[in-house]
C-alpha cells in the first residue's frame, strides 16, 4: 500500500481507502442493494483492508441510518488509533426539522451521536457532506471549531460543494480565524470527469486533499453491463429498479469501457482495477475510496495501486472520457500562450 499526504495536514493516508455504505441496512430500500453486510461480513471485510494497509476510513451517519458507523466502530475495536476515521454529516437523521443540515444545533447532535456509535472520543476528518443554503459559513464553521478546540474532531473538509462554495468557505475561515476545509470529497471517474473544470484546479491551488467517491461510477466501470445491455452476474446497474446514479452517458460510457477492456486485457487485470489506476495517475487525487460486499472485490480494488499504466494506456484513456472544455476554460486555452515570449 502506498501513502499520500492528506492535504497539508501531514498527516499520510493509504492512497486506497475503504468506504462503508455497504455496512448494515440488509432491509433498507436503498443501502440494502448497495451491501447490507451484516456483522459477520464486515468484520472479514474491515480485516482485509486493515491487513492491506488501508489506514483511510470513510462512513457517514446517514449510512443505512447510522448502522454503518456502528458496525464499521464494533469491527474496529482495539485497532482504532491505526486507523484516520472519517464520517460526515448534514443529511436528515430523523422526521424533525432539525435533524439535517449545517445549524450548530444540529451539527453538535450529529457529532455525539456519530462518535456514540462509533465508540469513539474523536473523529480524526469531520466533513460536512453536503451544500446547506440556509446556513451560513460563519455559522457551522464556529461550530466546527469548536468541537476542535474540544478535541472531538481533528480536522474538517466537505462533500459535494461546488468550487466557489469551498473557496468562500475557506475566506470565512481566515477571515474569522476559523478551522479551515483540509479536504474536498467529490465524485470522479473515468465517465464522470466534471470535477476537472473547477474542483480538481481548486483543490491543487488551496492545497486541499481530494478524495473520490464512487470511482467506478456505481459500478459502470466494473464493465458488468454490456452495451447490448447484457449483464454479468453482480451487475448492480442491470437492475430494473437501480437508480442511475452517479449518471452516465451510457453511449459515451461503453466508448469508454471499450478503450479500458483493451488496456486491462494488455495487463491482464480487471476493468475496476484499470479505472481505478487511472484515478491514482491522476496528480490531484488523494485517496480513492472504494467500497466492497465482497474480500475478493475488495482485493482486487487494493491491487490497482500496484497496477502502473504506460504512457500508452494514459493517452488513450484520456482520449476516450476527455470532457469537452467548459466557458471559460475553453476561452483561456486560446490565451494560454499568450504571455510566453516568442522564440
Known amino acids: 500500500m502506498k501513502y499520500r499526504l492528506l492535504g497539508r495536514t501531514g498527516v499520510w493516508v493509504s492512497e486506497i481507502s475503504l468506504g462503508t455504505m455497504t455496512f448494515g441496512g440488509a432491509n433498507h430500500s436503498v443501502y440494502g442493494p448497495?451491501?447490507?453486510?451484516?456483522?459477520?461480513?464486515?468484520?472479514?471485510?474491515?480485516?482485509?483492508?486493515?491487513?492491506?494497509?488501508?489506514?483511510?476510513?470513510?462512513?457517514?451517519?446517514?449510512?443505512?441510518?447510522?448502522?454503518?458507523?456502528?458496525?464499521?466502530?464494533q469491527a474496529l475495536g482495539a485497532r482504532r488509533d491505526?486507523?484516520?476515521?472519517?464520517?460526515?454529516?448534514?443529511?436528515?437523521?430523523?422526521?424533525g426539522p432539525n435533524d439535517a443540515g449545517w445549524s450548530r444545533l444540529h451539527v453538535?447532535?450529529?457529532?455525539?451521536?456519530?462518535?456514540?456509535?462509533?465508540?469513539?472520543?474523536?473523529?480524526?476528518?469531520?466533513q460536512l457532506h453536503n451544500y446547506d443554503p440556509l446556513t451560513p459559513f460563519e455559522e457551522v464553521l464556529a461550530a466546527l471549531g469548536d468541537a476542535v478546540r474540544q478535541g472531538k474532531?481533528?480536522?474538517?473538509?466537505?462533500?459535494?460543494?461546488?468550487?466557489?462554495?469551498?473557496?468562500?468557505?475557506?475566506?470565512?475561515?481566515?477571515r474569522h480565524g476559523l478551522p479551515a476545509?483540509?479536504?474536498?470529497?467529490?465524485?470522479?471517474?473515468?465517465?464522470?470527469?466534471?470535477?476537472?473544470?473547477?474542483?480538481?484546479?481548486?483543490?491543487?491551488?488551496?492545497?486541499?486533499g481530494l478524495t473520490?467517491?464512487?470511482?467506478?461510477?456505481?459500478?459502470?466501470?466494473?464493465?458488468?453491463?454490456?452495451?447490448?445491455?447484457?449483464?454479468?452476474p453482480g451487475s448492480r446497474r442491470a437492475t430494473a429498479d437501480y437508480p442511475?446514479?452517479?449518471?452516465?452517458?451510457?453511449?459515451?460510457?461503453?466508448?469508454?469501457l471499450d478503450v479500458v477492456r483493451a488496456v486491462a486485457a494488455r495487463h491482464g487485470v480487471s476493468v475496476a482495477r484499470v479505472a481505478l489506476a487511472w484515478l491514482l495517475a491522476q496528480p490531484?487525487?488523494?485517496?480513492?475510496?472504494?467500497?466492497?460486499?465482497?474480500?475478493?472485490?475488495?482485493?482486487?480494488?487494493?491491487?490497482?495501486?500496484?497496477?502502473?499504466?504506460?504512457?500508452q494506456d494514459l493517452a488513450e484513456l484520456d482520449r476516450v472520457s476527455a470532457p469537452p472544455a467548459m466557458y471559460p476554460g475553453w476561452i483561456q486555452q486560446m490565451f494560454a500562450g499568450a504571455r510566453q515570449p516568442a522564440s
Request: charge should be negative; proline fraction near 3%; charged fraction near 20%.
Open 34 to 73: 448497495l451491501g447490507g453486510l451484516g456483522r459477520t461480513d464486515v468484520d472479514r471485510i474491515m480485516g482485509t483492508a486493515l491487513d492491506a494497509g488501508i489506514n483511510f476510513i470513510d462512513t457517514a451517519d446517514v449510512y443505512a441510518d447510522g448502522e454503518s458507523e456502528q458496525l464499521l466502530g
Open 82 to 95: 491505526e486507523i484516520v476515521l472519517a464520517t460526515k454529516v448534514h443529511a436528515p437523521t430523523g422526521p
Open 108 to 126: 453538535m447532535r450529529a457529532l455525539e451521536a456519530s462518535l456514540r456509535r462509533l465508540g469513539t472520543d474523536h473523529i480524526d476528518l469531520y
Open 153 to 174: 474532531v481533528r480536522y474538517i473538509g466537505c462533500a459535494n460543494l461546488a468550487a466557489w462554495q469551498i473557496s468562500r468557505a475557506l475566506g470565512v475561515s481566515a
Open 181 to 208: 476545509f483540509t479536504t474536498v470529497q467529490a465524485y470522479y471517474s473515468l465517465v464522470g470527469r466534471d470535477a476537472e473544470h473547477e474542483l480538481v484546479p481548486m483543490a491543487q491551488a488551496e492545497g486541499l
Open 212 to 232: 473520490v467517491w464512487s470511482p467506478l461510477a456505481g459500478g459502470f466501470l466494473s464493465g458488468k453491463l454490456h452495451r447490448d445491455g447484457t449483464a454479468e
Open 244 to 256: 442511475d446514479f452517479p449518471p452516465v452517458d451510457r453511449e459515451h460510457g461503453h466508448d469508454v
Open 284 to 311: 490531484a487525487v488523494t485517496s480513492v475510496i472504494v467500497g466492497a460486499r465482497r474480500v475478493e472485490q475488495l482485493a482486487d480494488n487494493v491491487a490497482a495501486g500496484d497496477l502502473v499504466l504506460t504512457g
